[in-house]
């Protein structure tokens, strides 16, 4: 499948900027560039059904999101359903209508036609494991992607999350300060992004506490409510 990055090549322009062009945003662009920028999506047969879409002006006004673990406990655990709720809330006020994506993400290769099929305007991706390259994957096709939970490394992508290390530190300097001197810290899934930060801000103040941490007082676990 052919991606943004190859249509930039191309073209000799930045995938920002085909980004712009085949999603039609305000952002200015040469009208050569735009124009050679389409040409090339055309020759190259890029993505036909966003690219007509964006050709069209059209929206679909529908927001895909993804979480990164496909599992009934996604939507029962309270973080989550929060999560969607506020999506589902914003979306409504915006007159905007939310898929939630069920089908698990296999790699780029072998997923991104069916996310990039034009179903939806864009997406939000809540919690993708370390592993995955869903955010690279979808930005690659030209698709708006905001990434919830988790920082990125992608170009052009915006995330939202709250510093883990900093919480876990807190949180395990407050019981040190209330006296407690055996402090365990029971980790999540490795491959969620908060697994690192959390451990290490659990180090941090054990450490700067003189507190010892044997192997026992890390404990792996799951994001559960139990």
Not at 61 to 77: D, K, L
Not at 98 to 115: E, I, K, M, P, Q
Not at 123 to 152: E, F, R
Not at 203 to 218: C, H, K, N, R, T
Request: hydrophobic share 40%; net charge neutral.
């Amino acid at each position: 499948m052919i991606t943004i990055r190859e249509v930039a090549a191309d073209c000799g322009v930045s995938t920002a900027t085909v980004s712009n062009v085949l999603n039609n945003t305000p952002r200015p662009v040469h009208p050569r560039t735009r124009e050679r920028v389409l040409e090339a999506a055309r020759r190259l047969n890029y993505h036909p059904n966003a690219m007509a879409r964006s050709l069209q002006g059209r929206r679909l006004h529908t927001i895909g999101v993804h979480f990164g673990t496909i599992e009934p406990e996604v939507i029962t655990n309270p973080y989550a359903s929060l999560i969607l709720q506020g999506i589902l809330t914003t979306a409504a006020q915006r007159e905007y209508n939310v898929t939630l994506c069920t089908a698990r993400w296999h790699g780029a290769t072998r997923s991104a036609a069916a996310f990039g099929d034009g179903r939806a305007d864009g997406y939000i991706v809540v919690a993708p494991p370390l592993d995955s390259d869903v955010v690279s994957g979808l930005s690659d096709l030209g698709l708006s992607v905001v990434v919830i939970s988790s920082q990125t490394a992608t170009p052009g992508v915006p995330f939202v999350d709250v510093d883990n290390r900093a919480g876990l530190r807190l949180a395990t300097e407050h019981l040190i300060e209330l006296g407690h001197r055996k402090i365990a810290h029971m980790t999540g899934d490795r491959q969620q992004p908060s697994y690192e930060d959390r451990r290490l801000g659990y180090l941090d103040a054990m450490s700067a506490a003189g507190l010892p941490v044997p192997p026992e007082y890390l404990v792996t676990s799951w994001y559960m409510v139990e």
